[in-house]
Nanobody, 125 residues
Framework: QVKLVESGGGLVQTGGSLRLSCAASGHTFSDSAMGWFRQAPGKEREFVGGVIWSTGRTLYADSVKGRFTISRDSVKKTLYLQMNSLKPEDSAVYYC??????????????????WGQGTQVTVSS
């Protein structure tokens, strides 16, 4: 059974940093793409970025490019989202997701098969 568990969310001031983690289990993930999404109250879930697990190739939404960095630790089977220069508009519940057996990075919610429960990030102004 695949399990994705996010952690690392919290309250931070504008301009601060947070690192989210997503511990993955139940699958090799070496054949997968993994993504980060976020959902603010009253808004649709949006793509933040993703990574091809085997190669480390990444893709980011324009809104976070240059501020957020995705990485992974294959030994720990953990995905990370380093968030710097945070803004109030980054406040949301952040989710990690996985899509097996692909060589591209999906950017739409419906493309992913497995999801974590989410972790809240709040950026105060």
């Amino acid at each position: 059974q695949v399990k994705l568990v996010e952690s690392g969310g919290g309250l931070v001031q504008t301009g601060g940093s947070l690192r989210l983690s997503c511990a993955a289990s139940g699958h090799t993930f070496s054949d997968s793409a993994m993504g980060w999404f976020r959902q603010a109250p009253g808004k649709e879930r949006e793509f933040v970025g993703g990574v091809i697990w085997s190669t480390g190739r990444t893709l980011y939404a324009d809104s976070v490019k240059g501020r957020f960095t995705i990485s992974r630790d294959s030994v720990k089977k953990t995905l990370y989202l380093q968030m710097n220069s945070l803004k109030p508009e980054d406040s949301a519940v952040y989710y990690c997701a996985a899509k097996p057996y692909v060589t591209y990075i999906p950017s739409f919610e419906y493309e992913y098969d497995w999801w974590g429960q989410g972790t809240q990030v709040t950026v105060s102004s």
